[in-house]
């Protein structure tokens, strides 16, 4: 399978537990995307990745969220001190993007991950 | 502040009917995004226009652009049980980078 992977599919934690998750992207995309949707919502844009580099940040993404993408390849989303209003479908997506001479299209996403806090 | 809006936010449907899901937004964005979503599942891309006027059809979905009203519309045509879905369409933050800012999403149930 050569499109997003998201691991865990599903999580279940306490509140003010810390959870990590996992993205991994279509291999030659440049770009990465969190999202974050909550039941009966459209998704949200969280933060997104160039390569390694973070380039933005919503104000969604509190003080207690914080995500890498060390080697310009997978990323980690991580949640501290998670509260009852963080649970939500986490979607990554990634693309190719700000290269010369391509041309784009769009953003593909993975299966999400699940957070539920009890 | 940018904003996405669906219309109508539920539909219910007869199979063989035909419908229209319209999709305004508030940003001088010439490139427009349909997704499916099934429930649970992730999001599956449908359509990408980038440029008003821009129709594309795929079975008994099309989808247009009018960049100049700021509108798109998905078109059902003869609707069958399979394309019961949630339906999304989205816009650029900024025009080709993917950050999205999605509507609120057309839950369509067809009926049998």
């Known amino acids: 399978d050569t499109g997003v992977s998201q691991d865990p599919r599903h999580k279940i934690t306490k509140r003010g537990q810390n959870v990590t998750f996992r993205c991994d992207p279509i291999s030659e995309h440049n770009r990465l995307y969190w999202y974050r949707q909550t039941l009966g919502q459209g998704p949200e844009f969280l933060t997104y990745f160039q390569n390694e580099a973070q380039l933005e940040k919503s104000r969604l993404l509190s003080d207690r969220f914080s995500a890498e993408r060390p080697k310009g390849s997978f990323s980690t989303l991580e949640i501290q001190r998670t509260e009852q209003g963080d649970s939500a479908m986490y979607l990554c997506?990634?693309?190719?993007?700000?290269?010369?001479?391509?041309?784009?299209?769009?953003?593909?996403f993975g299966q999400g991950t699940r957070l539920t806090v009890v | 502040e940018l904003k996405v809006e669906q219309n109508p936010l539920f539909l219910s449907m007869q199979e063989g009917k035909n419908y229209t899901i319209y999709c305004n937004y508030s940003?001088?964005?010439?490139?427009l995004y349909w997704y499916r979503q099934d429930p649970g599942k992730s999001l599956e891309s449908l359509f990408v226009l980038l440029s008003n006027g821009a129709v594309k059809q795929e079975g008994r979905l099309m989808a247009s652009l009018d960049t100049k009203a700021r509108l798109s519309t998905l078109h059902i045509t003869a609707a069958v049980h399979d394309l019961s879905a949630t339906y999304f369409c989205a816009v650029d933050i900024v025009p080709g980078t993917y950050k999205y800012i999605f509507g609120t999403g057309t839950r369509l149930k067809v009926l049998a």
């Open positions: 997506a990634s693309s190719l993007g700000g290269r010369v001479g391509h041309n784009p299209s769009e953003a593909f």
């Open positions: 940003t001088t964005s010439d490139r």
